[in-house]
């Protein structure tokens, strides 16, 4: 069972690089978010898809865009990195964003120099 | 906006302790909330999931309550173990899961 799949497990970028996150799930599941975890922040929402062909905005979406590709997919873009996006960035889903849980991928550590 | 706040930040136990961890959240109108566990430099595990009609759920040596009227959670971990050391964290799910900042559990041998 593969569950929540995310690509790379780390990535450092240069200042005003761009790069995108991959993450890719095989449960079937109509919902999929973007999340970012900061040290003594706990995890906050960038972006999430509710259902395939919608993307809404989280809490912090400034600096990211995201692509509901297909179902399976949902791909985070950072156009222009900055050192404030220095993260570690989890994908989740889940089979609709009301009544069941998340499943989490297994994050990117992503360092801004 | 939905603030959710687990209390203690850091928890240290020695082995076979009864414990519990405390989660609140400011807007009950949530749809369920689940418990997660995270070790270092790893992802989130989920533990429980508890829908918003629920008081309860167990798993093993681990209960999680609900009382959505007050806005509070509580896992309690039974007989704890060295191998139970890790992060947990508490989301509310309103739409989208918003995280508490976790409580570090070390039980020591």
């Known amino acids: 069972n593969a569950g929540v799949t995310q690509t790379p497990k780390f990535q450092v970028l240069k200042t005003g690089q761009s790069m995108t996150l991959q993450c890719a799930q095989d449960?079937?599941?109509?919902?999929m978010y973007w999340y970012r975890q900061d040290p003594g922040m706990g995890l906050r929402l960038i972006y999430y898809?509710?259902?395939?062909?919608?993307?809404d905005k989280g809490e912090v979406p400034n600096g990211y865009n995201v692509s509901r590709l297909n179902k399976r997919e949902f791909s985070l873009r950072l156009e222009s990195a900055a050192p404030s996006q220095t993260s570690v960035y989890f994908c989740?889903?889940?089979?609709?964003?009301?009544?069941?849980?998340?499943?989490f991928g297994s994050g990117t550590r992503l360092t801004v120099v | 906006k939905q603030e959710v706040t687990q209390i203690p930040a850091a928890l240290s136990v020695p082995e076979g302790e009864n414990l519990v961890l405390n989660c609140s959240f400011t807007?009950?109108?949530?749809?369920?909330l689940q418990w997660f566990r995270q070790d270092p430099g790893k992802g989130l595990t989920s533990l429980l999931l508890?829908?918003?009609?629920?008081r309860e759920q167990t798993s093993g040596r681990l209960n999680a309550s609900l009382d959505k009227s007050s806005g509070r959670s509580t896992l309690y971990i039974a007989a704890s173990q060295p191998g139970d050391s890790a992060t947990y964290l508490c989301?509310?799910?309103?739409?989208?899961?918003?995280f508490g900042a976790g409580t570090r559990l070390t039980v020591k041998p």
């Open positions: 508890i829908q918003s009609s629920q």
């Open positions: 989740a889903s889940s089979r609709d964003n009301s009544n069941y849980g998340y499943t």
């Open positions: 449960m079937n599941h109509n919902s």
């Open positions: 898809s509710a259902s395939e062909g919608t993307t």
């Open positions: 807007d009950s109108a949530i749809y369920n």
């Open positions: 989301a509310v799910n309103q739409d989208d899961m918003r």
